[in-house]
C-alpha cells in the first residue's frame, strides 16, 4: 500500500509559477513510477507527466512540455511538479499517482486545486 498527500495548490495569474508535491509513504517508493494527471472543471481526467522508478525517464504531455518538470527526491520519498509560465487552461484539480505501470496506476492522492486567472 502507498498513500499520497498532495499539496502546493493555489490561485495564480497567468504567467506565475507553481511547485506542487506529493508525499508518499508505505511501501518502497523507489519501487513505482509517478505521475500527474489532472481533471479539469465538467473534463475527464487526463495525463499530465510520468517518471520512472528511478528517474531516469520522463514523460509529459504535449500542452505542458517545456513549461512543467516532473521530478522525484528519492530520500524524500517526495514527487514533485514544477509548474512555469501557467495559463488557464492549466486550471484542474491535480492527481499524484503511483504505479508498477504508471498507464494504470494503482494508487492516488486526494487531488490540489490549481486556478489560473487570465
Known amino acids: 500500500q502507498v498513500q499520497l498527500v498532495e499539496s502546493g495548490g493555489g490561485l495564480v495569474q497567468a504567467g506565475a509559477s507553481l511547485r506542487l508535491s506529493c508525499a508518499a509513504s508505505?511501501?518502497?517508493?523507489?519501487?513505482?513510477?509517478m505521475g500527474w494527471f489532472r481533471q479539469a472543471p465538467g473534463q475527464g481526467r487526463e495525463f499530465v507527466a510520468a517518471?520512472?522508478?528511478?528517474?531516469?525517464?520522463?514523460r509529459y504531455t504535449p500542452s505542458v512540455k517545456g513549461r512543467f518538470t516532473i521530478s522525484r527526491d528519492m530520500a524524500m520519498n517526495t514527487l514533485y511538479l514544477q509548474m512555469n509560465s501557467l495559463k488557464p487552461d492549466d486550471t484542474a484539480d491535480y492527481y499524484c499517482?503511483?504505479?508498477?505501470?504508471?498507464?494504470?496506476?494503482?494508487?492516488w492522492g486526494q487531488g490540489t486545486r490549481v486556478t489560473v486567472s487570465s
Open positions: 499517482a503511483a504505479g508498477i505501470d504508471i498507464s494504470n496506476p494503482e494508487y
Open positions: 508505505g511501501d518502497t517508493f523507489a519501487n513505482y513510477a
Open positions: 517518471i520512472t522508478s528511478r528517474g531516469g525517464n520522463l
